[in-house]
């Protein structure tokens, strides 16, 4: 037999927006994440679900930095892809934006089976911020989408089953401390993409695990999975179990019945096959199945109401059309964690390919036409024995290196000594990030920052931490051993590191804004904002570069500074801090609706309506945050401006 599979890089160029550097201060404070319910809710639940649903939420983002320094002005980019293709279907991924498979063509139809998005344009809705939309994307570490949406993953050429080459994507996943791996493979003449995932727990610990494969595909379709009940979550924050297809008057199954944005997670029977999929008018769509460790499913809609459309407009250009996302999971819900025993693995095997059947009739017939279909071209044995196939070969070595992720791995696999074989996390991928955590592990002390640039990043995990309580106590080492101690919950110790090490710090601004951190999450805006206002002037009066990392650390000291300063009444220093940015940070959207902030608290009305009628994009504007909407309400009676409505969900 005559292998055609090939796998070969090229270059996609899309308007793209600058990502810009990652924030240099410690995510002390995690982003809002919407996916939280109301206690009320849990005691209805399965108790399978309940007890999954309170194991081990996030709390913190630390290690991982927020990204939040990109804006919105588009202009044509190069992107490095990877291509596996056969004579059937052909796949393009974006090795350096999360493993992102952008595009899903099968070529004898010429069907783009995915939602294609036309530019790249990053939002705030990963866990750590920057997100782009379409495609298909790896979730990995906890509920939300993952903090590498926006990093680069090893990729490589690795022999496959059959005598095929797979593309093979990974990395170590940093908020859990989890290497996993994404295998995707094209047999000969087939219709389906195969995705063999594995994630390891190398540690002597039970760790925390998350898992959702996210399927961007145009709204214009309905969407069917083998159920006859979901349970709803919406951004009310209440998850309540609903019968499938509708409710409340209107068939959700078509992603324009729901009017805001909405989650319907799938309870799909234990004895049905698992797989969702979307059909257009036409019957044509795209399905994706697996083995039954991925049971999960889901139906994620942004409503026909404004406030989608609004998101749906932000997140592409002009002209485009809608999405939805079909996604399949671990758990039933993406409220869930799962517990992943020590020195143990979980692997599945996904299959995503073309499907046609009618979509029209009642919810039994559609589904059960659609299942036979699937059943017709993808047997679920077939499925099976696939994944049988892959194993022996997860632990195959690449043959050929197609991209770099970070060098945290390699990092991480020194101080462990972890065997990690088919994943290699060499020491050439180790740099400047991890210079300082490697000389602390060889030599039992932290090197103090250049002062070139704002201080690295901090490692939390415990045992990181230990090493940090037991190497030389410098003012830096202080500050990264606090970061340590706020990320395990030790408040206390951690601010007393940080007062510890401030008589002799230079600079200041770094330990007075963790511990402005801490006055403000204890509530004590009085001191927390006096100390916001301190480290401010210490950054502004320290000699540093006029690189963009140090512009991206005035622009988010002085944002929080500002924000602390007006929470405590003290308008005339948050004056003061605004003054001191430069003009053409000012004019940034997330600082023209500060302005506005400030303008209302100084009494100024008017000025802070011509704000708004001046107009302005908050390009970091959080998934649910409804900032802009509460803030035009204390302006005004007149309904929100549409181009000011990210609302998603009932006022």
């Known amino acids: ?71 919105r002005d588009r202009v044509p980019r190069p992107l490095d892809t990877l291509v596996i293709e056969n004579d059937r279907l052909r796949a393009t991924v974006l090795p350096g934006l999360g493993g992102r498979i952008v595009s899903l063509l099968h070529k004898p139809t010429r069907r783009e089976l995915l939602y294609r998005n036309p530019v790249l344009q990053p939002a705030n809705f990963a866990l750590n911020g920057a997100w782009y939309s379409g495609g298909i994307e790896w979730n990995i570490g906890a509920t939300g989408h993952t903090t590498l949406s926006c990093a680069p993953l090893h990729a490589a050429r690795v022999p496959g089953p059959d005598g095929t080459d797979m593309l093979r994507l990974w990395e170590w996943e940093r908020l859990r ?22 994630v390891r727990n190398p540690h002597e610990r039970p760790v925390p695990a998350y898992w959702w494969s996210n399927i961007a595909v145009p709204e214009e379709c309905r969407v069917l999975a083998p159920a006859s009940e979901a349970y709803h979550f919406g951004y009310e924050r209440r998850l309540r179990r609903v019968p499938v297809p509708a409710y409340d008057g209107a068939d959700r199954t078509y992603p324009l019945g729901s009017p805001y944005a ?46 989608g459309r609004r998101w749906q407009q932000w ?25 992943l025993e020590e020195h143990s693995e979980v692997t599945w095997l996904e299959a995503y ?56 791995g390699a990092l991480e696999v020194l101080r462990g000594g972890f065997e990690l074989p088919g994943t290699p996390f060499p020491e050439a991928t180790l740099g400047a990030q991890q210079e300082p955590w490697l000389a602390l592990l060889r030599t039992g002390a932290l090197p ?18 230990d090493m940090l309580e037991t190497a030389p106590a410098r003012p830096h080492t202080e500050y990264h051993l606090g970061v340590a101690q706020w990320h395990a919950g030790d408040r206390a110790q951690a601010v007393r590191s940080w007062e510890r090490a401030l008589p002799l710090a230079v600079p200041r601004w770094p330990l007075l804004r963790c511990l402005a951190v801490a006055d403000r999450e204890g509530g004590h805006a009085e001191r927390a904002a006096e100390r916001y206002a301190e480290a ?58 500060i302005e506005a902030a400030l303008l209302l608290a100084e009494g100024r009305t008017s000025e802070a309506r011509a704000v708004f009628d001046a107009g302005f994009e908050v390009a970091d504007l959080r998934e649910g945050d409804e900032v802009i909407g509460r803030l035009w309400a204390r302006l005004t009676d007149e309904p929100l401006p549409e181009r000011y409505d990210f609302r998603m969900r009932p006022s």
């Open 1 to 71: 037999m005559v292998v055609v599979t090939t796998i070969r890089r090229e270059v996609l160029t899309l308007p793209a927006a600058d990502l810009g550097p990652d924030n240099p201060l410690p995510a002390l404070r995690p982003l809002d994440e919407m996916h939280h319910i109301d206690d009320r809710d849990k005691a209805d639940l399965p108790r399978d679900m309940a007890r999954q649903i309170g194991y081990a939420p996030l709390t913190s983002l630390l290690p991982v930095r927020v990204r939040d320094c990109y804006g």
């Open 315 to 339: 997140l592409t250009e002009p002209g485009t059309g809608g999405y939805c996302e079909i996604q399949a999971g671990l758990a039933r819900t993406q409220l869930e964690h799962v517990r």
């Open 448 to 465: 103090g920052p250049s002062g070139e640039r704002p201080p690295g990043e901090s490692l939390v995990a415990p045992h990181w931490r």
């Open 353 to 408: 390919g073309p499907l046609d059947a009618d979509p029209e009739g009642g919810w039994d017939a559609v589904v059960g036409r659609a299942e036979a279909r699937l059943e017709a071209v993808l047997p679920a044995a077939d499925v099976d024995a696939a994944h049988s196939a892959w194993l022996p070969h997860a632990d195959t070595e690449p043959t050929e290196t197609l991209a770099a992720g970070s060098g945290w």
């Open 536 to 593: 401010f002037d210490d950054l502004c009066r320290e000699p540093h570069g006029d690189g963009p990392e140090w512009a991206a650390v005035t622009a988010a000291l002085g944002r929080e500074a500002i924000e602390a300063l007006l929470a405590a009444g003290r308008t005339e220093a948050a004056r003061a801090v605004w003054e001191r940015l430069l003009p053409e940070m000012r004019e940034r959207g997330r600082f023209r609706l």
């Open 177 to 198: 401390d989890l290497p996993f791996q994404v295998d995707l493979w094209l047999p000969d003449g087939s219709d389906f993409l195969y995705v063999g995932v594995r």
């Open 262 to 307: 909405a989650d319907y997670f799938y309870d799909v029977p234990a004895r049905r096959r698992p797989w969702i999929a979307t059909l257009d008018e036409n019957g044509h769509g795209l399905v994706q199945t697996s083995t039954d460790g991925l049971r999960g499913r889901k139906l994620f809609v942004w409503g026909h109401l404004p406030g």
